[in-house]
């Protein structure tokens, strides 16, 4: 099965489902855009629509889609408009891009329980759009926490954030 997420910079978003039982790939890339096979700096400039996402085939039988979308939403603010921590642009907005009815449905009844519990204060934006052309990222991106460990970014942002979510899992 395919799910596609955007909930900010893709690299934090890629090693949460790298590391999340049943999600047997994890692609990083673009979707939601205007422009063909659009490039990261494209992407980054606003002008193309694209959201960074990632896109994965996961197993059914070890992971539901609404398991999924409890991981994704823990795992950002879903109630920031274009924005997740010093990332800004409508490329960093959050996004479940559905590929069935039935995931359209799920995602709709899983906000409607988040907003009707009161999880956040503030109101959730995440938008629910149907899956359209998927563009992988270049090479580079692609696993990039575990093979840039060193980079300022993976150790101050990503590594707390996948270290909370590995707790969790405990």
Same mark, same amino acid.
Request: proline share 4%; glycine share 0%.
């Given at each position: 099965m395919k799910a596609t997420f955007g909930g900010g910079c893709f690299w934090c978003t890629e090693i949460i489902f790298l590391n999340t039982e049943g999600v047997n790939s994890v692609l990083p890339g673009y979707m939601g855009g205007k422009r063909?096979?659009?490039t990261y *700096? %494209? &992407?980054c400039s606003g002008a193309t629509g694209h959201v960074e996402v &990632?896109?994965? =085939?996961? =197993? *059914? /039988?070890? &992971?539901s889609f609404e398991d999924l979308l409890a991981v994704f939403f823990k795992t950002h603010d879903p109630t920031t408009l274009n924005r997740q921590g010093v990332d800004v642009g /409508? %490329?960093?907005r959050s996004v479940v891009f559905y590929h069935s009815e039935e995931q359209k *449905? %799920? /995602?709709?009844?899983f906000i409607q329980g988040l907003e009707a519990a009161k999880v956040f204060d503030d109101p959730i934006v995440t938008a629910v759009e149907e899956a359209s052309a998927f563009w992988p990222a270049e =090479?580079?991106?692609i696993n990039y926490f575990n093979r840039n460990p060193e980079n300022p970014f993976c150790s101050a942002v990503i590594a707390p954030k996948l270290t909370k979510y590995l707790k969790t899992l405990k």
């Open positions: 063909k096979n659009p *700096e %494209q &992407v &990632v896109h994965l =085939d996961f =197993d *059914e /039988t070890k &992971v /409508t %490329q960093y *449905e %799920q /995602t709709e009844k =090479d580079y991106h």
